[in-house]
């Protein structure tokens, strides 16, 4: 995770208070749900049910070639064992490419994005951005060199700070252009990018706060710039702590993180409140599944969440 994100003390929020809240959690289909999915599930829940907002299911499988078949469906069967309720249809990215194309060609028209005629090593020599990415060192941004075709579509980054306010992080500055540079909308392979396809389904959603995990705030800043270009509006956003092995890795399958078992939901979701700081009664996981959302709802505090980017998860849950 970077280290270059600069923080200032968090300062309230106002504009977002009058609005409807409209959370999500947009889990991507690439293995069954682990101790750090679920943690983004359960905050993401919590966080909109308490404030008496919706809460929609968003499969971000955009990255079709990363997506494991049946993935999908072992998520929305976990998360329906675990007592989840969610609003309206679940959507899949792999089916709203035209939304993604519509945002892509409105970028494209206004000149904000440039066809890139780079391969994946050309950039590798470059020096590396905040989020450990080789940084685009500019090649094709004002047309592609003699001889050579178009392969990805980038977003031409200005220079200067994009700031944020997060609501458990404070706030957040990044210098795109110098830490990040030039990114991807559009890849070689034909698929659009996570940032392209996140924003344009947050703003079609209706999306008023994202609730995720912090491994994806060094993306924010990407994303509010291309809701910039977009003239979309912003959602407030939460990033709650990454869960983390005890070798400081975060959860996923290339880590190897165990699959939450559906079989114990309470056990599962009382760890889940534990880590998110919320102190559950030493009773909760002999509950029931109704009564144990009643609390965890009744009883979500913001202000205990530990306010840090990665905690280490427990081993058993
Ligand atoms: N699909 C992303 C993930 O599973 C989450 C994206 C988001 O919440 O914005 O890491």
Redesign the pocket.
């Known amino acids: 995770m970077a280290g270059t994100l600069r923080y200032y003390p968090a300062m309230p929020k106002i504009d977002q208070a009058m609005q409807r809240y409209r959370g999500r959690f947009?889990?991507?289909p690439s293995g069954p749900l682990h101790f750090g999915?679920l943690v983004?599930a359960v905050g993401s829940y919590l966080d909109a049910r308490a404030s008496g907002g919706e809460w929609l299911l968003r499969m971000?499988d955009v990255d079709e070639p990363r997506s494991v078949p049946g993935a999908a469906d072992a998520i929305l069967r976990t998360l329906e064992r675990l007592g989840f309720a969610w609003d309206g249809e679940v959507v899949h990215q792999s089916r709203r490419k035209s939304l993604y194309l519509a945002a892509f060609e409105r970028l494209r028209i206004a000149g904000a994005v440039f066809a890139c005629a780079c391969t994946r090593r050309e950039v590798a020599d470059s020096a590396l951005g905040s989020d450990g990415v080789p940084r685009y060192p500019g090649t094709c941004r004002n047309g592609l060199p003699q001889g050579r075709e178009a392969r990805a579509w980038r977003l031409k980054v200005e220079p200067g700070e994009v700031c944020f306010e997060d609501a458990l992080q404070g706030r957040l500055c990044q210098d795109l252009a110098a830490e990040v540079g030039d990114f991807i909308v559009l890849r070689a392979d034909g698929y659009f990018a996570?940032q392209l396809a996140?924003v344009a389904d947050d703003a079609e959603q209706g999306i008023s706060h994202?609730v995720?995990?912090a491994?994806?705030i060094d993306s924010t800043p990407r994303q509010i710039c291309l809701q910039r270009h977009l003239g979309l509006g912003q959602p407030a956003y939460l990033h709650l702590p990454a869960a983390v092995n005890a070798a400081g890795e975060k959860l996923s399958k290339q880590t190897r993180a165990k699959p939450i078992d559906d079989g114990r939901p309470q056990t599962a979701l009382t760890a889940v409140l534990t880590f998110l700081g919320q102190q559950p009664p030493a009773d909760l996981p002999d509950a029931g599944l109704d009564e144990l959302w009643r609390w965890a709802i009744t009883n979500w505090k913001r202000g205990s969440l530990p306010r840090c980017r990665s905690a280490e998860a427990p081993t058993a849950y």
């Open positions: 947009a889990p991507s999915s983004a971000e996570y996140v994202v995720r995990g491994d994806l």
